[in-house]
């Protein structure tokens, strides 16, 4: 029940950094604005001009996927390793509860 539960953990993780969406259109054009609006005139100038803005928009799109790409799969990994370290140390919970007793009986101190 407990791997179910952080198999849908994990699965809600990628789910909210969208990283199937984020590698898809990994060089998609990031909030472009000016560039189609004057992509309809035949001046070479501003030709190279919208090309450019294109260039910068995907650029300024590729840096902040990979960004948020890097992080979403950082601390999908650090969730998984929490969960395994607390599937391990879980069952040892009651021996530690008793550990401690014994200790206070004893009069050990730290």
């Given at each position: 029940?407990?791997f ?8 809600n ?6 990283i ?8 998609a ?22 090309f ?5 928009s995907?650029?300024i799109?590729?840096?902040?996927r ?18 395994c370290?607390?599937a391990i ?5 009651p ?7 014994v ?7 730290f």
């Amino acid at each position: 029940m407990f791997f179910v539960g952080m198999k849908n953990q994990l699965q809600n993780a990628a789910d909210f950094f969208s990283i199937r969406l984020l590698v898809g259109n990994m060089f998609a054009p990031f909030r472009q604005i000016s560039a189609t609006e004057s992509a309809s005139s035949p001046d070479l100038g501003t030709q190279i001009s919208v090309f450019f803005d294109k260039l910068l928009s995907r650029v300024i799109g590729a840096v902040v996927r990979l960004i948020l790409l890097i992080v979403g799969t950082f601390l999908i990994i650090l969730q998984a390793v929490a969960g395994c370290v607390i599937a391990i140390l879980w069952p040892l919970a009651p021996a530690l509860i008793a550990g401690c007793v014994v200790l206070a009986i004893t009069g050990v101190s730290f």
